[in-house]
């Protein structure tokens, strides 16, 4: 929801860092790879109970996250790099809430379950949204050039990361704002299949 706003903000700071990256000779497909291990290294020390630590390391991943792409628009964009930045991206999420449940499975894991659930609601409908938007020549740069279409939603990666952290700032606290996260992920996907349905029913007809 508030991605398209916040990037205006944080692209000027990752293209500073992105070009020192690019002399360095850093590509966009390593951060990607970096910060996908910080960010399992992050759920790793979550499941311990160190929560502190995995919120220092989650913020750490998703700086990574955001600085291979300021990195891929300054050479190139790749399907690779797309494929690895989304996939990569999605297994990070459910390996955090994974985590939780490990901490704690009497207090968390139902809850955990649920929100692991829920995530597909955004998951799937962003990707098979984006799968008929380059079918039928559909594009958009509302949230800066990218390798497939972002359609936006209640819940997208800036509101996951913050409900991420937010877990780890108040762990006891998981219960309550996986549930009521995972409430938001289902209207997410009931409002992209009504776009959807809108959009390409419209063409089709």
Same mark, same amino acid.
């Given at each position: 929801?508030?991605?398209a706003?916040?990037?205006? %903000?944080?692209? @000027? $700071?990752?293209?500073a ?13 390593i951060?990607?790879?970096?910060? &996908?291990?910080?960010?399992?290294? !992050? +759920? +790793? *020390?979550? !499941? ?8 220092? #390391? ?11 792409? +300021?990195?891929?628009? #300054?050479?190139?964009l790749?399907?690779?790099?797309? &494929? ?10 459910a ?8 901490a704690?499975?009497?207090?968390n894991?139902l ?11 955004? !998951? ?7 799968? &008929?938007?380059? @079918? ?6 509302? =949230?800066?050039? @990218?390798?497939? %279409? ?6 997208e990666? *800036?509101?996951?990361? *913050? ?7 108040? $762990?006891?606290? &998981? ?12 209207i997410?996907?009931?409002? =992209? ?6 959009? *390409? ?5």
């Amino acid at each position: 929801m508030l991605d398209a706003a916040i990037r205006p %903000y944080m692209n @000027k $700071p990752l293209e500073a860092v992105a070009r020192r990256a690019v002399v360095l000779g850093i590509s966009a497909n390593i951060a990607t790879a970096v910060g &996908f291990a910080v960010g399992i290294a !992050a +759920a +790793a *020390f979550i !499941a311990g109970e160190y929560y502190w630590v995995g919120l220092g #390391l989650l913020l750490t991943s998703r700086f990574l996250d955001g600085l291979d792409g +300021a990195i891929a628009r #300054l050479t190139r964009l790749t399907d690779v790099g797309g &494929f690895l930045d989304i996939t990569l991206d999605f297994i990070f999420y459910a390996s955090v809430v994974f985590a939780f449940a490990l901490a704690s499975p009497e207090r968390n894991a139902l809850a955990a379950a649920f929100l692991t659930a829920s995530f597909m609601a955004p !998951a799937s409908t962003f990707l098979t949204y984006a799968i &008929f938007a380059q @079918k039928q020549g559909i594009t958009t740069e509302i =949230r800066g050039a @990218k390798s497939l %279409y972002y359609l936006g939603g209640l819940t997208e990666g *800036f509101e996951t990361i *913050f409900t991420l952290c937010l877990m780890c700032v108040f $762990p006891a606290w &998981f219960p309550v704002i996986a549930v009521v996260y995972g409430i938001m992920c289902w209207i997410t996907g009931g409002t =992209r299949i009504a776009a959807a349905v809108q959009t *390409f029913g419209q063409r089709a007809s």
